[in-house]
């Protein structure tokens, strides 16, 4: 009775470690699909209209369960100079890595791209919900990837902390 107690137990534990694993890895997410005009920069410091990226070769996914889980890869023909003078650069950008299936995304090399400078992160939407900023990394041979991150409003507040002065106010299911 003991051996078949503990393979029961046992056979239960692989079960639920699957479907933790499945439901980490694979659930939630969805595929994204962009449209012309989706991927813009804010232009700075004049203001004005969003500059808009052209893109193609659009792969997506994003999850419901968390604002951190968006990523995508593309290809676009836009010029780093037209970038580096019209967009807000985020020197330490730091991209999320991305579940192993979607392979078009290596955060690692993407993160090792921006630190050496072979590539270069903008702000793309800021506070596309609140304290997550979109950001894009863009390559001199047209490839680039977006990506969420947390942001120093989102930081503070997430951390139960004050926002700093310059922050929007944080929604009240944050306070």
């Known amino acids: 009775m003991g ?5 029961a137990m046992l056979a239960l534990a692989v ?23 989706d991927i813009t920069l804010p ?13 193609s070769n659009f792969r997506g996914i994003d ?6 889980r968006y990523r995508a890869c593309f290809d676009t023909d836009i010029s780093m100079i037209t970038l580096a003078a019209a967009a807000q650069a985020l ?3 730091e991209p999320r890595v991305a579940p192993r299936w979607f392979d078009c995304f290596d955060a690692a090399q993407i993160g090792a791209d921006l630190q050496s400078g072979a590539a270069s992160a903008y702000l793309s939407i800021p506070n596309i919900q609140y304290g997550i900023d979109r ?26 902390n004050p926002a700093p002065e310059n922050c929007p106010e ?6």
């Open 135 to 160: 950001v894009i990394a863009f390559y001199p041979d047209g490839r680039g990837y977006i990506w969420h991150e947390i942001n120093p409003c989102g930081e503070a507040v997430f951390n139960r």
């Open 15 to 37: 079960v639920v470690g699957g479907a933790m694993y499945y439901l980490q890895v694979y659930a939630y997410y969805e595929d994204v699909v962009a449209e012309p005009g």
């Open 170 to 175: 944080p929604p009240e299911s944050l306070q």
């Open 91 to 93: 020197p330490f950008a």
């Open 3 to 7: 051996r078949i107690l503990i393979v």
């Open 43 to 55: 232009v700075t410091p004049a203001g004005g209209d969003p500059l808009e990226v052209p893109f």
């Open 63 to 68: 999850s419901n369960s968390s604002p951190l």
